[in-house]
């Protein structure tokens, strides 16, 4: 059912619906304005998203003089009537998810056009005079079969916005680069990058790319780049010419290293390279000194750099799911982490250094090797949840301190401990029966649970309780 989004009188008097029923056809009855005598009313905006219908209802072309946003969303409409593109006070037309196939040539007639959606159809091309909507800020046109965009669209120096994702495009017009305020663009086939250098975000994922080439450098005011799900597997070593890059997402790739020039993308804040098959990480990593999100989970890493400990700025650090034996005592340098997660790995011993990381508030360490934990742990007073299984009943298990039967030293253990290698079938609750009422009971105080730390009470700490507590809550659930 057609549905009238905003409306308003040219007096301030009282205002009827527009009503609009729906079988085949869109049947439009407007109850007349209960205005001063002689004055219209004013539609500015109609909706008939998600109305089975097969062409454009002639009563639009009623308020074409007032029209200023349009949305035909999920229809059958195949063809555009040129009584359409005479509504010229129209500022976006919502088209998506309908049986397009082209763009009629009359498209230029809308000159205070800024947002045109036409996604999800089944067009192939531009027409050239899309070039007289001069005012078109944001194009999406994903899910088309366009194989190339004609010259008229470097005429449109007010794009900032342009999505063409699941689309054919092969190549981009010469003169691309003239449109200076682009900064989104999601593409396409990589050739056709070469000329937007001013790119500042890129998304190239879920793609089957196999390689990077090496022009990817020239985009040096590039600050965000997805390159997740595809089908890498090196990483060219110009990706330090992208100077600006602030996120580099590489997750679900075959990546098997990452080249030593990584290190010289300075302004990194978030790095990901879980899901890859990388077994070393590069010294160069530790010059990534703004770093601040780390992940590298689910690869067949075996050790981790003793550079890591230069990443001073490291808040969050995943390496879930590799082949870890230890860990560099240099981590210890890492002491603004909050959350490290260590999961499935085959570590036997935690460094001494650890207990460096006071900042360290979620600390999982389930399914590793490990027998006990070092003194020094005891130093990390704001650790909150600490995971040593993965069907642990409590978020913080006490610890105890002991002598190491083997090496005589204080160590901190508890009745987790020494860990045991994980099994692929069901885990058993680390109670001798499990018990639905006591679980659920369990899980209700666990939605209210709050921690307390003995050493600081302040109204900051009490903040950084309630962040920790969702933390944690996001694992429990």
């Known amino acids: 059912m057609g549905t009238l989004l905003h409306r308003s009188c040219r007096s301030s008097s009282s205002v009827q619906c527009l009503e609009m029923t729906t079988k085949r056809k869109i049947i439009g009855r407007l109850v007349p ?3 001063f005598r002689g004055e219209e009313e ?3 905006v109609l909706d008939y998203s998600h109305c089975s219908l097969q062409q454009v209802p002639k009563e639009i072309f009623s308020f074409e003089r007032t029209l200023e946003e349009l949305y035909l969303d999920a229809n059958q409409i195949e063809e555009l009537p040129k009584q359409l593109f005479s509504c010229q006070a129209l500022r976006k037309l919502s088209i998506p998810d309908n049986d397009l196939s082209s763009l009629p040539t009359t498209i230029a007639s809308l000159v205070n056009l800024k947002e045109l959606d036409i996604s ?13 909507c001069k005012c078109l800020s944001i194009v999406e046109a994903s899910v088309n079969p366009i194989s190339k965009l004609p010259d008229g669209f470097t005429h449109l120096l007010n794009l900032t916005q342009l999505f063409l994702n699941d689309a054919f495009l092969e190549q981009l017009p010469a003169n691309f680069g003239k449109l200076s305020k682009l900064r989104l663009s999601l593409c396409f086939q990589p050739e056709a990058l070469e000329h937007i250098q001013n790119l500042k975000e890129l998304w190239m994922d879920n793609n089957s790319l196999l ?7 020239k985009l040096k005011h590039l600050t965000y780049l997805d390159l997740s799900k595809n089908r890498l597997e090196s990483l060219d070593m110009n990706i330090s010419g992208c100077e600006a890059l602030e996120d580099l997402l590489l997750s679900s790739n075959m990546l098997q290293q990452l080249p030593d020039s990584i290190g010289m993308l300075k302004k990194l804040t978030t790095l990901k390279v879980d899901e890859n098959q990388l077994t070393s990480l590069p010294n160069t990593i530790g010059s990534l000194s703004l770093l601040e999100e780390f992940d590298c989970s689910s690869n067949e890493l075996q050790s981790l750099p003793p550079a890591i400990g230069y990443l001073h700025n490291l808040r969050t650090f995943a390496a879930d799911e590799n082949f870890l034996l230890d860990l560099p005592r240099e981590i210890g340098s890492c002491k603004n982490v909050t959350v490290m997660s260590l999961r ?5 011993f935690l460094p001494e250094e650890i207990g460096q990381m006071t900042k360290l508030r979620v600390l999982n360490l389930s399914d590793n090797r490990l027998k006990n934990l070092p003194l020094t742990f005891a130093k990390l007073k704001d650790l909150a949840a600490l995971w040593l299984s993965d069907n642990q009943s409590k978020a913080l298990i006490p610890l105890q301190s002991e002598a190491n039967p083997e ?3 204080r160590v901190l253990t508890n009745y987790m401990f020494p860990q045991q290698p994980r099994h692929d079938e ?4 680390d109670s001798d029966s499990f018990n639905l009422a006591l679980w659920e009971e369990e899980r209700q105080k666990r939605m209210t649970v709050a921690f307390e730390f003995e050493d600081k009470k302040d109204e900051e700490d009490s903040a950084g309780k309630v962040k920790v507590q969702l933390m944690m809550l996001s694992y429990l659930q």
């Not at 067009?123 to 007289?132: A, D, L, T, V």
């Not at 390689?211 to 450098?217: A, K, M, N, Q, V």
């Not at 069901?426 to 609750?429: L, T």
């Open 211 to 217: 390689t990077l080439p090496g022009f990817i450098g």
């Open 42 to 44: 004013v539609i500015s």
């Open 407 to 409: 090496t005589k030293q």
């Open 120 to 132: 999800k159809n089944g067009i192939q091309e531009f027409p050239e005079n899309i070039k007289g």
């Open 344 to 348: 499935s790995n085959k570590l036997e």
């Open 33 to 35: 304005c209960r205005c």
């Open 426 to 429: 069901e885990y058993q609750s």
